[in-house]
């Protein structure tokens, strides 16, 4: 046993705190998430997989391109669209559902594991520990948003530019497309959190996070009521689909298809509301 | 110093905590007692802060721990050994810690030292032993060097030499001028720990005194006599107002007299003694039979 004394007497004590600092807790909860691997190895992967998947469609395309189908009697001709197959449903249902665990796990991880109780003996200021875990979260999620759209838009059309077919940023609605195909990642870490702090229950909270995004969408689709096709288009997923639609390809969409602002301000209200949720829980629950 | 004023917590029909008043004061090891769901593990909560009263409330050092930004310099605990996550290293579950509260990072490797856990910093948490935890758990409450610390069963676990050396280490916190409350559903591990008890049981105050006080009110003492001449020797004794459990036709049990009385009787007498044995009762069995009754005890009859 060591004889090294740890805790010092009285009079050197009396020292006066320090001031309490955000930045703190920030740094705190960047020690927790980068000691345990799994956690950033699935939002790292699932990017990487991502970026993979829109390459790789876009590349198996090019045949098609090349050797565009006879023309269909009563359609117009064939045309590309760079945006619907390089920016991808497939690689944005797995960043959605990894940043959506990710955000989940970080939250529920504490409350089954009992750290939670620790956590906040040590900081009874529990905005402050809830904001910086949003703030670490939603940052590093955004990245990873960031990093997949903008390299699968970049590749894939590069690839695209000797067909003559590709985009640049400024074309179109190349930007907000690449924008709202990031901007999902985070927004879909933050509803993972809220869920994860409401139910605080692993299998729970990743059920209702694959029932939200990939199944509710299913239920909510239709061409015969509108109020349920409305409640469907303006699910969290179904803001990227039309977000990324490209106006000038021979792609379809509803009659009752929401506007650009619609569902630009309905991926907000989903992040903001999360936010708000994951805050309120937190604070109000016992531990 | 912590004082609970009325503290009260339901759980719907039940009621876990029941106007509980008491206070815990620097300077000592304060055990708190009761038995399993006696409501111990819940008030520790509340005066964290974890958990919000019903009724009535808690301060520490005259202020309510929930309203402070940071807590590791005010209050240290170790609550749950479990609470930790299994996938981290000890070093990195403390440097959060520490971090959080702007604890240099110097002060994790010297806890983990002063714990005995120095070359296990950098395993995962999950292979820990239940009493590596508790050392963990510890390391954690001493970070912040605080005048409080709040201990929840701590000696779960531990090995002998880990007994001991918890002991001597809230020993040394109190007579540093710390409060130490160590929670506890043993009354033998408190006889050799604390020097206040706080007993409770369903949620009410049982108990709130010195160790010495509990033991010289609750631990009976009473002699156990061999003798063939039981029935005369009862007699006397009754005539000098002590109490004669007849046990066997040779042997009784007398309450209400030293044995060195008993003899000198019995020499008066002309009585044959085959056996005189003094018996204390342990404290153990004194706080037993008070929790087992705890519901005829409201809160201030006990005093």
Redesign the interface.
């Known amino acids: 046993m060591s004889t090294m004394t740890l805790v010092r007497p009285e009079a050197a004590r009396a020292a006066v705190e320090p001031a309490p600092r955000f930045t703190d807790l920030l740094a705190a909860e960047w020690i927790k998430l980068r000691s345990l691997r799994s956690t950033y190895w699935v939002l790292a992967l699932a990017s990487l997989v991502a970026i993979v998947v829109n390459i790789n469609a876009v590349h198996s395309d090019l045949t098609y391109i090349d050797h565009p189908p006879a023309r269909l009697p009563g359609f117009p001709p064939f045309r590309y669209d760079p945006l619907y197959h390089g920016l991808g449903d497939i690689a944005c249902y797995l960043t959605a559902i990894a940043a959506g665990s990710l955000g989940a796990i970080t939250v529920f991880g504490e409350y089954t594991t009992g750290l939670i109780r620790t956590t906040f003996a040590a900081v009874p200021d529990r905005r402050g520990v809830i904001a910086a875990k949003v703030l670490l979260i939603g940052g590093i999620t955004a990245l990873a948003g960031a990093v997949v759209s903008a390299v699968s838009f970049f590749a894939t059309n590069a690839m695209l530019a000797s067909r003559h077919v590709g985009l640049s940023i400024t074309e179109g609605v190349s930007l907000r497309a690449v924008l709202a195909y990031a901007a999902i990642v985070p927004v879909c870490a933050l509803i993972g959190m809220a869920l994860g702090a409401l139910l605080r229950h692993a299998t729970a909270s990743i059920v209702s996070l694959v029932l939200l995004f990939f199944i509710l969408p299913l239920m909510f689709g239709g061409d015969r009521y509108r109020w349920l096709h409305e409640i469907g288009s303006h699910l969290p997923l179904s803001t990227v689909g039309r977000l990324t639609y490209n106006p000038d390809s021979s792609t379809t969409t509803s009659k009752w298809a929401p506007s650009v602002l619609d569902s630009w301000i309905t991926m907000g209200v989903w992040a903001a509301v999360a936010v708000a949720v994951t805050v309120v829980v937190v604070r109000r629950r016992d531990v | 110093m912590i004082e609970i004023e009325r503290l009260t917590k339901r759980y719907g029909a039940t009621t876990a905590v029941d106007q509980l008043t008491c206070t815990v004061r620097p300077g000592t090891v304060t055990g708190f007692l009761g038995p399993n769901g006696a409501g111990k593990s819940t008030t520790l909560?509340m005066i964290?802060?974890?958990?919000?009263p019903t009724e009535g409330g808690v301060t520490v050092d005259g202020v309510p721990?929930?309203?402070?930004?940071?807590?590791?310099?005010h209050?240290g605990?170790l609550?749950?050994a479990?609470?930790?996550?299994?996938?981290?290293?000890a070093r990195?579950?403390l440097?959060?810690?520490a971090?959080?509260?702007?604890i240099p990072l110097s002060r994790v490797d010297?806890?983990l030292?002063?714990v005995?856990l120095?070359k296990a910093a950098g395993r995962r948490i999950g292979g820990y032993s239940l009493g590596m935890k508790q050392r963990l758990g510890i390391a954690?409450a001493?970070l912040g060097?605080p005048?409080v610390l709040l201990f929840d069963e701590p000696l779960n676990g531990l090995d002998p030499e880990g007994v001991l050396?918890v002991r001597g280490l809230f020993r040394?916190?109190a007579d540093?001028?710390r409060t130490v409350f160590v929670s506890s559903h043993m009354m033998a591990e408190m006889e050799h720990t604390a020097d206040r008890l706080i007993v409770i049981g369903r949620g009410r105050l049982i108990a709130d005194e010195s160790l010495a006080a509990f033991s010289a009110r609750h631990a009976e003492s009473s002699v156990a006599v061999r003798t063939p001449e039981l029935a005369p020797l009862a007699e006397v004794l009754r005539v000098e107002g002590a109490e004669v459990e007849v046990v066997e036709p040779q042997f009784g049990v007398v309450t209400g007299l030293p044995a060195a009385r008993i003899g000198e009787l019995a020499l008066r007498h002309g009585l044959v003694l085959h056996e005189l044995a003094a018996r204390t009762s342990s404290l153990e069995s004194a706080f037993m039979s008070l929790t087992a009754h705890s519901v005829e005890y409201a809160a201030g009859e006990a005093r």
């Open positions: 909560r964290l802060g974890l958990n919000t721990f929930a309203g402070r930004p940071r807590g590791l310099r209050v605990a609550l749950d479990g609470d930790v996550h299994g996938g981290r290293s990195a579950h440097s959060a810690l971090r959080s509260n702007r010297e806890a030292a002063e005995g120095g954690g001493l060097d005048p050396w040394r916190l540093e001028g």
